[in-house]
């Protein structure tokens, strides 16, 4: 197959270069699940004749909840050690996936949520035996693709830089939180950190989306330490605002990512006094997006901010990140449908809801991983 020319004019940072591969990767992984698993959706109703069809969700909540239920019932706060990253749980109830309840064997009236089972309905039965093969059989997809080399080296660039981080951090992006941050308080609570940073995780072990998702959540907590705005806002929003502002309805596809998380994202920027929403001109239908003094200096400290990180990643980790880069250039390209060998991936089934929505120009600067379903662009 014939692969998009490569465009590296403009030298993209890493947080960019990895969420177009995790987000293409993801897409790809759920394209696969949505056609082979019963389901239903908000917009396009269940599969005919399915009596299990659990509302379809993406790959988060196959690596922050499901995949930790394989071998039978476990505790909330069980799965919460596992995952190392809360599951939204009650979508996960709603959704037709799980129950929650407490242990038939506990007597008290009134048992500590924490303590309560989780147990499979048969739509998140269903799901895990769909979910469980696609991992290894999209990364065969991308062996075949990309070549055995190039593949290969991806991954012990990624498990070299990964093998030096904390354990705690999770195998997939978490659920952002209110600002669209990673963390409350912008980085992991402590205590959650030293009860995870006991499982010693061997990097060579982990699918492809966790050794990507890693060094990119690693990136986004040093960026917003101390940072007024978080990674997924500053990469998808004010990035992309001019000075003389910008039509609401040209950022999704300006950006990659839903018109829901843009929604979430102006709240933030407008309460605290970062951007300014209004008709383009008096009397136009269409709504613009306008920073404040503080919206651009923000938006022009973010590339600063991040060659700044990035400086310090280099001193630390040498050679392997700077290849790492270059693997990841040539399996991205620049992240447009025009120029990216990973839009070679995303085409989606006939019938599937992606062939049904606009169809995207481009890839996420940073994933918005949302509590909707965990969507990577956060449809």
Same mark, same amino acid.
């Given at each position: 197959m014939a692969v998009p020319h490569r465009s590296h004019a403009v030298e993209r940072p890493l947080t960019a270069l990895l969420s177009y591969a995790l987000v293409a990767f993801t897409i790809e992984f759920d394209n696969e699940a949505e056609h082979r698993l019963p389901h239903a959706t908000t917009l396009y109703g269940r599969t005919p004749g399915a009596l299990a069809a659990p509302w379809l969700a993406s790959l988060a909540m196959w690596t922050n909840c499901m995949q930790h239920l394989q071998e039978g019932p476990i505790t909330v706060a069980e799965l919460e050690r596992r995952a190392r990253t809360p599951a939204n749980l009650p979508g996960m109830v709603r959704w037709g996936y799980i129950r929650i309840q407490p242990a038939p064997s506990d007597a008290r009236p009134k048992p500590p949520r924490s303590e309560w089972l989780i147990t499979l309905k048969p739509g998140g039965q269903l799901a895990i035996e769909i979910w469980r093969p696609l991992q290894a059989e999209i990364e065969d997809r991308w062996r075949n693709r990309f070549g055995a080399d190039l593949y290969s080296g991806l991954r012990q660039s990624l498990a070299a830089i990964v093998s030096r981080f904390d354990p705690a951090l999770p195998d997939c992006m978490p659920i952002l939180?209110?600002?669209?941050?990673?963390? =409350?308080?912008?980085?992991?609570?402590?205590?959650?950190?030293?009860t995870a940073s006991a499982q010693k995780i061997?990097? =060579?072990?982990?699918?492809?989306?966790?050794?990507?998702?890693?060094?990119?959540?690693?990136?986004?907590?040093?960026? =917003?330490?101390?940072?007024?705005?978080?990674?997924?806002i500053a990469a998808n929003i004010l990035r992309l605002v001019p000075d003389q502002g910008l039509r609401l309805k040209d950022l999704p596809a300006l950006s990659g990512v839903?018109? =829901?998380?843009?929604a979430m994202a102006m709240t933030f920027l407008k309460a605290r006094g970062m951007a300014i929403e209004a008709p383009e001109s008096?009397?136009?239908?269409?709504?613009?997006?306008?920073?404040?003094?503080?919206?651009?200096?923000?938006?022009?400290?973010q590339p600063h901010r991040l060659r700044e990180i990035e400086h310090s990643w280099e001193q630390k980790f040498g050679e392997p990140l700077k290849?790492?880069?270059e693997q990841l250039?040539?399996?991205?390209?620049?992240?447009?449908?025009?120029s990216s060998p990973l839009f070679l991936g995303l085409k989606p089934y006939l019938g599937g809801w992606r062939s049904k929505?606009?169809?995207p120009a481009v890839l996420p600067n940073f994933p918005m991983v949302l509590h909707r379903g965990g969507w990577p662009d956060g449809s």
């Open positions: 939180k209110f600002g669209l941050f990673c963390y =409350e308080g912008r980085r992991p609570a402590k205590k959650s950190r030293v061997d990097p =060579e072990k982990l699918p492809l989306s966790a050794l990507l998702a890693k060094p990119l959540l690693s990136l986004a907590i040093d960026y =917003e330490t101390g940072s007024p705005v978080s990674m997924a839903s018109k =829901e998380s843009i008096p009397g136009s239908r269409f709504r613009a997006i306008t920073l404040t003094d503080l919206g651009r200096a923000l938006r022009d400290e290849t790492l880069r250039r040539e399996i991205t390209g620049d992240g447009t449908a025009h929505a606009l169809t």
